[in-house]
């Protein structure tokens, strides 16, 4: 399961990874329910390519307003610490795969 992060070790988790994805999203948020089996299959099958990541929005407000969430679930896709895409709103898992295969 996605390491949850905090304002406190978020910066520290990015950079180490040279691919990570975060997960910005919320208890109350039924598509960010949705993602979550998803997430969690496409972390068995990218072990070792993709560090994942989740960030509670509710818990996290400085990150989320730090990245401009305005919607969850949104993913974020960094490559060594840096941001490189953003995807909003739930996606199936092949279009998932599709997206962030590029990066890997």
């Known amino acids: 399961m996605a390491k949850d992060l905090n304002k406190e070790s978020f910066d520290q988790a990015i950079s180490k990874s040279k691919v990570s994805i975060v997960d910005f999203w919320a208890e109350w948020c039924m598509p960010c329910r949705m993602l979550e089996p998803v997430m969690e299959e496409l972390e ?3 072990k070792g390519k ?3 990541y989740r960030v509670n929005v509710d818990e996290n407000p ?4 730090r990245f401009g969430i305005e919607s969850i679930p949104t993913l974020f896709i960094f490559k060594e610490g840096k941001p490189v895409d953003e995807i909003i709103g739930f996606r199936q ?3 998932l795969e599709s997206l962030i295969s590029q990066y890997i």
């Open 62 to 65: 400085e990150l989320a307003a």
């Open 50 to 52: 993709i560090d994942f």
């Open 44 to 46: 068995k099958e990218l």
């Open 93 to 95: 898992k092949r279009e």
